[in-house]
């Protein structure tokens, strides 16, 4: 027998959606820390996310000052080598404004499909951290340039690139301007089936 589901048109719903819908990558932040227990409850909040065979793959690197300035040179470098000292310059000054950093990388897999699904598991775990520290005011920018995938970032944020990658660096902040953005409607994307 069939049952009548419960109704779902409840305010606790409505602000759900809010959020989800409301997150917006940031690229101006506010210089106001982001508080280190905050940052970490949204951590924990990333390991709840659905992985495969429980393989939890993700590890993450909360980055300190110190590190942070290595990170600041490293961009410097890789874009001065690329496109001149000045814009090296420009683009570290323009990154040494990003309050938080926080780099997740997935474990590497010898085994091709556990490997997507890890990834994939990381991919979820991001958008965890992204969406709890959302619901708390803060914002963030998931970024895979250059810098995530050099030799130098792996040796700075500590970690062994034969046996890991990066799935993001991901700055956060308190947003200073949060931009609109918009998204295809639901018959474009969607398809019902029989
Ligand atoms: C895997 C991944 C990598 C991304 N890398 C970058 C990046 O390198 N640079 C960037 O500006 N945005 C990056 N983004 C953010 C997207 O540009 C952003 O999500 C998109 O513009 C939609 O905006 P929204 O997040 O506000 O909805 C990345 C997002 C994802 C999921």
Partial sequence: MKTKAPSYETQELREFA???????TIELFLQTPV???????????ATWAPNHRVT??????LLGK??????????????????????????????????????????????ELQQREDYAACAAAVQNFMLYLWK??????????AITRDERFSEIAGFDSDTAFVVGLIWFGYPKLTPTQSRKSLTEVLTELD
């Fill in 35 to 45: 508080p280190n227990a905050l940052v970490k409850e949204a951590i924990e909040a």
């Fill in 18 to 24: 809010e959020v989800l819908q409301g997150r917006r």
């Fill in 56 to 61: 939890e793959p993700w590890r993450f690197y």
């Fill in 136 to 145: 708390a005011g803060v914002g963030c920018k998931w970024t895979t340039g």
């Fill in 66 to 111: 110190h590190t942070i300035e290595r990170c600041l040179q490293l961009c410097y470098d890789l874009v001065s080598a690329k496109k001149g000292e000045k814009a090296g310059e420009f683009k570290r000054e323009r990154w040494s404004e990003k309050p938080g950093w926080l780099v997740v990388t997935c474990n590497k897999s010898p085994d």
